[in-house]
Every structure is written in C-alpha cells, then in structure tokens.
C-alpha cells in the first residue's frame, strides 16, 4: 500500500445525501441540484445501496415522459441497478486504480451488509494523491 495507507473511511463523505426507492424524478432531479451532486445513491428501507441515479438519466427520461406525455417516473425506473460501490477499508490507492478503468465520479461506499456509509468523489481521491506526493517531496 502506497504512501499513508489511507483507506476509503479516511477521505470519504460522511452522511451522504442518498435517494429513497419510490422517488417521484422530479424529486430526484431536485435534490440533485440542491446538493450540487451529479449523481446519487438509491437505497432501500434499510438503507442498502440498490441502485444509482445520474442528472444524465433523469434528463433522458423526463425528456421522453413529457415528449410521450406519460405519467410521473419513479427513480426505479431511471436508476442504473448495478452500481459500482467501494468498502470502508478499500484503500485509495486501489480506488483510484479502479476509476482510472471504470467511467463514475461519485462511488458509493458500503459496509459489508451494503448499506450507505459515505460517498466517495473522484476530487477527494485526486486530493488524497496529491497531497501525498506534496508529503513525499518534504521528506
């Protein structure tokens, strides 16, 4: 493990926003932009992570549904059900392996029941990087 060992539960968001199952999108799309999130976690009653929601989904479908005139879709209907997630204990340097080969920017993190404990951004992941190599050149 390179540099500090630090793991996902050193950088990651705590108590991250997140998307009921059952939204209305039109809900979804506002908390989006009330966050400022590109994207966000869809969770369950026990709040295990089930899918991932995107601005870029909702756009597509709200643009469909008022074009067609259909009724109000719900964030199951739009959400990507396979999200990419990482653990607590991952390190940041294995994360950061990881989104060099997969397209996200926002992971989920998950305990090992996989419910929501944080976000993880490709910015705090850069961040984290960057300051170690800052770290390594003062030594």
Same mark, same amino acid.
């Given at each position: !493990?390179?540099?500090g060992?630090?793991?996902?539960?050193?950088?990651?968001?705590? +108590?991250?926003?997140s998307?009921?199952?059952?939204?209305?999108?039109? $809900?979804?799309?506002?908390?989006?932009?009330?966050?400022h999130?590109? %994207?966000?976690?869809? &969770?369950?009653?026990?709040?295990?992570?089930?899918?991932?929601? @995107? $601005?870029q989904?909702?756009?597509?479908?709200?643009? &469909? @549904?008022? *074009? +067609?005139? $259909?009724? @109000?879709?719900?964030?199951?209907?739009? !959400?990507?059900? $396979?999200p990419l997630?990482?653990?607590?204990?991952?390190?940041?340097?294995?994360?950061?392996?990881? !989104?060099?080969? /997969?397209?996200?920017?926002? *992971?989920?993190?998950?305990? +090992?029941? %996989?419910?929501? /404990?944080?976000?993880?951004?490709?910015? /705090?992941?850069?961040?984290?990087?960057?300051?170690?190599?800052? +770290? /390594?050149?003062?030594?």
């Amino acid at each position: !493990m390179a540099n500090g060992g630090e793991t996902v539960r050193d950088i990651m968001a705590r +108590h991250p926003a997140s998307i009921r199952v059952g939204t209305d999108l039109t $809900e979804v799309v506002e908390v989006l932009l009330r966050q400022h999130m590109t %994207g966000l976690p869809v &969770v369950d009653d026990a709040d295990r992570v089930v899918g991932f929601v @995107s $601005e870029q989904d909702c756009l597509r479908t709200l643009l &469909v @549904s008022s *074009y +067609h005139g $259909e009724g @109000s879709p719900r964030v199951e209907d739009v !959400m990507f059900r $396979e999200p990419l997630t990482v653990r607590l204990d991952d390190s940041v340097v294995d994360v950061a392996e990881m !989104m060099v080969k /997969q397209k996200p920017k926002i *992971y989920p993190v998950v305990d +090992h029941s %996989g419910r929501l /404990q944080g976000l993880l951004i490709r910015s /705090q992941v850069l961040t984290c990087l960057i300051d170690n190599r800052r +770290h /390594q050149g003062a030594g």
